[in-house]
């Protein structure tokens, strides 16, 4: 018996599951820091300012080498799996960006002793959804690297199809 060949839908099912995973993980782990740092601390500026400068750097991270991937070779006899491998390596490292000043919002109300702290977290989430989840802008941006050196990899048609709408449906 054959296996079927994988469709557009479960080709990006695997980078939906992990972005997915690592959001619901941060929000968990601010949860967790919350109750756990307890209140005794207070919020000092100074933490404020300390997750602000990381959560800056991290956003700034992900945006900008977060979507650098090496370009494809023209020769490369199956580009589109090249394509999705890079896709995926690509939305791994933009979570673990992301994600990195979540978890040091959390170390930060155990330092401070003020749980309320780790909720800074939170604001990583839709930041990291924004940023790591495989839609048309995001999967167009790794193409256009992908595609540098004149290789093509059809790779936002192959999992969006040629029109302006979502995934396409397997057939």
Do not use: H, Y
């Amino acid at each position: 018996m054959s296996q079927p060949s994988a469709t557009p839908a479960t080709a990006l099912q695997p980078v939906k599951i992990v972005v997915a995973a690592m959001c619901s993980g941060l929000v968990l782990v601010s949860l967790v820091g919350l109750v756990s740092a307890g209140t005794d601390g207070g919020a000092d500026p100074l933490w404020l300012a300390v997750f602000a400068v990381v959560a800056l750097a991290g956003v700034g991270a992900a945006t900008t080498v977060g979507f650098r991937v090496p370009p494809v070779d023209p020769a490369d006899r199956d580009p589109g799996r090249t394509a999705v491998a890079a896709l995926q390596s690509s939305t791994i490292v933009r979570c673990a960006l992301v994600e990195a000043p979540g978890i040091v919002a959390v170390m930060l109300a155990f330092v401070s002793g003020w749980g309320p702290l780790a909720l800074l977290g939170l604001v990583m989430v839709p930041v990291m959804l924004w940023l790591a989840w495989p839609t048309r802008s995001n999967v167009a941006k790794v193409q256009r690297a992908l595609e540098a050196k004149g290789a093509r990899t059809g790779l936002t048609e192959r999992l969006f199809g040629a029109g302006t709408g979502g995934p396409m449906l397997p057939t």
